[in-house]
C-alpha cells in the first residue's frame, strides 16, 4: 500500500498564507494583530520555539512582543508582565511559553490571562467553551490536528479514533473535539494511557491513530491495522552521534516500518509541529478581530 505522507509544512504554508491575507485586511482596517510572547528562563527548546513562533508572526504580518525574564523571576514578576499584555491594546493574544522554570505556578500564571485574549486555549473558559461546543480559542495542536485531516482529506467522521496520551494540552482536547456532533468530529473516539492494560488491543481496532505519548516510537507498526492514519504527535530526542547536534528527532509512532501499512502518516519533524504554530497565528487573528469588532 502506497502511504500518503500528510505534509505538516506544506499544509501549514497554505494556512499561514491564508492568515497573512486576513492580517492584510484587519490592516485595511485600521488594527494590526499583536501576540505578546512571554519567556521565563534560558530552557534552549523553549528559545528555538518562541523564536519560530515570532518568526511565523512577522512573515504574516502579525506584530509579536517579546518579554523576556530570568529563570529567578518571582511570580509576581511573571503575572506582572501577563497584567501589562492583558492591558495591551496592541497585544490581541497572549503566549506563555511552557514549562515555566518552577512548574508549580504554571496554573496561575495561565488562569491570569484575560480568557479572550488567550489564543493557546488552554484558560478554563476556553477549556470550558470548547468542551461544550461553544466558541473558544481551541487548543493549536489538537485544532491543528483537525486542519490536517481535514486538508489531507481524510473525514473523522464515523471512524474509531484511538488517541494515546490524555493531557490537558494535546490528548484530551482532541479527543473531546473528535467526539463532538460537528462538521470536522462526529467520530467514535478511545482515549488510552498509563492506565490502560493492552493499548495494542485498541489501536489495532482503530481507523485513525493519534500518539500524543513522548516516548520514542511506543507506537509500534504491529499495533496499527493496514491502511490506518497515524498521527504522531511526539516529539522525542533520541542520541545519534551523526548528527552535529548529538540527537535526532523522532515521535511517538515506528514511522518507518508503518510505511507501506498505514494508508496516511505524518513525519516527525514536519507533521504536526508546523500546524500548531499556524493555529497559534490563526487564533491570534481571530482574537484582533473580535476584539476589534467589541
Ligand atoms: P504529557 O503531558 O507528558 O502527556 C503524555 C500522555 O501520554 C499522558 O497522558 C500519559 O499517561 C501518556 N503516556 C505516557 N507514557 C505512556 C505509555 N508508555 N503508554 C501509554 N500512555 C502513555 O505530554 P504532551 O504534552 O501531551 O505531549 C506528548 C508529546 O507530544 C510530547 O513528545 C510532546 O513533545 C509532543 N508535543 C508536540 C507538539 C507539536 O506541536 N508537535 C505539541 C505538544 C506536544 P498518564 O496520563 O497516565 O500519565
Not at 18 to 32: P, S
Not at 170 to 175: K, N, S, T
Not at 256 to 282: D, E, N, Q, W
Request: proline share 6%; charged share 25%.
Amino acid at each position: 500500500m502506497e502511504t500518503q505522507i500528510l505534509d505538516g509544512k506544506q499544509i501549514a504554508a497554505e494556512l499561514r498564507e491564508e492568515i497573512r491575507l486576513a492580517v492584510e485586511t484587519c490592516q485595511k482596517e485600521g488594527f494590526r494583530p499583536g501576540l505578546g510572547v512571554l519567556l521565563v528562563g534560558d530552557d534552549p527548546a523553549s528559545r528555538s520555539y518562541v523564536t519560530a513562533k515570532e518568526k511565523a508572526c512577522d512573515a504574516a504580518g502579525i506584530l509579536s512582543r517579546e518579554v523576556k525574564l530570568p529563570a529567578t523571576a518571582s511570580k509576581e514578576e511573571i503575572l506582572a508582565e501577563v497584567d501589562r499584555f492583558n492591558a495591551s491594546e496592541d497585544i490581541n493574544g497572549i503566549l506563555v511559553q511552557l514549562p515555566l522554570p518552577d512548574s508549580s505556578i504554571e496554573e496561575e500564571v495561565l488562569n491570569r490571562i484575560l480568557p479572550e485574549k488567550d489564543v493557546d486555549g488552554f484558560h478554563p473558559v476556553n477549556v470550558g467553551r470548547m468542551m461544550l461546543g461553544l466558541p473558544a480559542y481551541l487548543p493549536c495542536t489538537p485544532h491543528g490536528i483537525l486542519h490536517m485531516l481535514k486538508r489531507g482529506g481524510i473525514e473523522a467522521k464515523g471512524k474509531h479514533v484511538v488517541v494515546v496520551g490524555r493531557s490537558n494540552i494535546v490528548g484530551r482536547p482532541l479527543a473531546n473535539l473528535l467526539s463532538q456532533k460537528s462538521e470536522l468530529g462526529n467520530a467514535t473516539v478511545t482515549m488510552c494511557h498509563t492506565g490502560t492494560p493492552d493499548i495494542a488491543a485498541f489501536t489495532k481496532e482503530a481507523d485513525i491513530v493519534v500518539a500524543a505519548v513522548g516516548r520514542p516510537e511506543v507506537v509500534t507498526a504491529d499495533m496499527i491495522r493496514d491502511g490506518a492514519v497515524v498521527i504522531d504527535v511526539g516529539v522525542n530526542r533520541v542520541p545519534d552521534d551523526s548528527k552535529k547536534s548529538g540527537f535526532r528527532l523522532v515521535g511517538d509512532c515506528e514511522y518507518a516500518a508503518m510505511l507501506g501499512k498505514a494508508s496516511a502518516i505524518t513525519p516527525v519533524p514536519g507533521g504536526v509541529g508546523p500546524m500548531t504554530i499556524a493555529m497559534l497565528l490563526f487564533n491570534t487573528v481571530e482574537a484582533a478581530k473580535r476584539q476589534a469588532a467589541s
